[in-house]
């Protein structure tokens, strides 16, 4: 089974500032980790995924994530905020890549942009 | 269609009546999901389909949660008997051949009970 835990459910940054969005993660399998955001009334949109390979996985919007498996952490980070990043940011795991491994998602983080 | 299509877009409901949620996946993806995104939680799996069939219904929260998908294209999530705690977006995802790999995501419907 897999599950995910974020830290944090409301984050507050400056403009400019890093942002970090923290994402712990329970698998039984490898897992595949995600991360997705959701703009004011909007649907999800996928910021950026590991499946295998390369542990720092680069996303949309000038995001990353860096898979430690020794720490079951898949944090997310940009180095300067702007003011359009603020939106809720949802950290997910799936057990596989077959249709029937349905993503798990996490109760999700608040990013709160301040000028 | 170009993405995926929920409807309506909101819903308003009394208490005790009953309410039916659309979903239109994009044209030719096979896996279709349910979730729910309550104030506060994050996403809750509802029901995966493959096709017309439900090979998992792990997260219906209780039998006044139902769904069905026709011709392997449109579903409908079903609530009988609506409770103000079923209050919540509704969210689909379609997705073709690569699974969690390649969700889309519809724009939900916005469901109060009143």
């Known amino acids: 089974a897999q599950s995910v835990t974020q830290l944090g459910s409301h984050v507050s940054v400056s403009e400019g500032a890093l942002v970090l969005l923290r994402c712990n993660y329970s698998s039984s399998v490898p897992p595949y980790l995600f991360w997705y955001v959701q703009y004011p009334n909007q649907g999800l949109q996928l910021l950026l995924k590991y499946t295998t390979g390369a542990t720092l996985v680069k996303g949309i919007n000038g995001f990353e994530a860096e898979f430690k498996k020794s720490e079951t952490s898949f944090h997310l980070t940009k180095p300067s905020a702007h003011m359009s990043d603020a939106a809720e940011y949802f950290c997910?795991?799936?057990?596989?890549?077959?249709?029937?491994?349905?993503?798990?998602f996490g109760s999700g983080t608040r990013l709160s942009i301040r000028p | 269609g170009a993405g995926v299509s929920q409807s309506p877009s909101n819903k308003v409901t009394e208490k005790g009546k009953d309410v039916e949620l659309r979903c239109d996946p994009i044209s030719g993806h096979t896996a279709l999901y349910w979730y729910r995104q309550s104030l506060g939680q994050g996403l809750e799996f509802l029901i995966y389909f493959q096709g017309n069939s439900a090979p998992d219904k792990s997260g219906l929260p209780s039998d006044r949660f139902s769904a069905e998908r026709t011709g392997g294209s449109v579903s409908t999530l079903t609530i009988q008997r609506t409770q103000q705690e079923d209050s919540a977006v509704y969210l689909c995802?379609?997705?073709?051949?690569?699974?969690?790999?390649?969700?889309?995501f519809g724009s939900g419907t916005r469901l109060t009970v009143v």
């Open positions: 995802a379609s997705s073709h051949d690569r699974g969690p790999l390649g969700y889309t």
């Open positions: 997910a795991v799936s057990g596989g890549y077959s249709s029937a491994s349905k993503i798990i």
